[in-house]
């Protein structure tokens, strides 16, 4: 797990800086009052929801490419908050594997699981025209992630693995939607 600041280690070397500085000052013949020690905060912040970007607005391959980036920028923050509307609104209504996903983050964070961790990522290999839709493969990289599954169960531990997956994307409206996601592989 990455160091956080505001930890003990991190603010030992800040104090010991604010401290001598603070020595120093009563040395001169001037002697101004110090300023206040500045109060230690915890610099980790929440996640946030990401936006749809810009490039996946359009119609082109290119754009539903980026709409695959975008859904698994979603998926990492359901995954890390337990917050699935709007990876939820993002699969079609006969989306099964979308609602598979939503449903099983819902039922860990329903039972007082969670999750920490760096979610997802996805590098795409390839784009193609399929009838109406556009088919985007790629690699998608599970990074290490630590579940608990309920309140009060023992976390599991997920190393970093990379599965080849296919979505298959269609228009609706104004927007893209995932019709289907399937993994084809271990990568």
């Known amino acids: 797990?990455?160091?956080?600041?505001?930890?003990?280690?991190?603010?030992?070397?800040?104090?010991?800086?604010?401290?001598?500085?603070?020595?120093?000052?009563?040395?001169?013949?001037?002697?101004p009052k110090p300023p206040p020690l500045p109060t230690p905060t915890n610099t980790a912040t929440a996640p946030t929801e990401p936006a749809l970007p810009d490039a996946a607005k359009g119609t082109?391959?290119?754009?539903?490419?980026?709409?695959?980036?975008?859904?698994?920028?979603?998926?990492?923050?359901?995954?890390?908050?337990?917050?699935?509307?709007?990876?939820a609104k993002l699969g079609a209504d006969g989306c099964k594997s979308c609602t598979a996903l939503v449903d099983r983050i819902t039922s860990i964070y329903s039972a007082g699981g969670h999750a920490q961790g760096e979610g997802y990522s996805i590098s795409t290999s390839s784009s193609r025209r399929?009838?109406?839709?556009?088919?985007?493969?790629?690699?998608?990289?599970?990074?290490?992630?630590?579940?608990?599954?309920?309140?009060?169960?023992?976390?599991?531990?997920?190393?970093?693995?990379?599965v080849l997956v296919s979505f298959v994307l269609a228009r609706k409206g104004e927007s893209w939607q995932i019709e289907q996601w399937t993994r084809v592989g271990n990568a």
């Open 1 to 31: 797990m990455r160091p956080r600041f505001g930890t003990s280690r991190h603010l030992a070397p800040l104090t010991a800086a604010l401290l001598v500085a603070g020595l120093l000052s009563g040395c001169g013949a001037d002697n």
């Open 60 to 87: 082109t391959k290119a754009a539903a490419v980026e709409f695959v980036k975008y859904y698994v920028a979603q998926l990492s923050y359901a995954t890390s908050t337990g917050k699935t509307e709007g990876l």
């Open 130 to 162: 399929q009838g109406a839709a556009v088919v985007v493969d790629g690699e998608l990289v599970n990074l290490p992630q630590r579940v608990w599954m309920s309140e009060k169960s023992a976390p599991q531990d997920s190393p970093e693995s990379n």
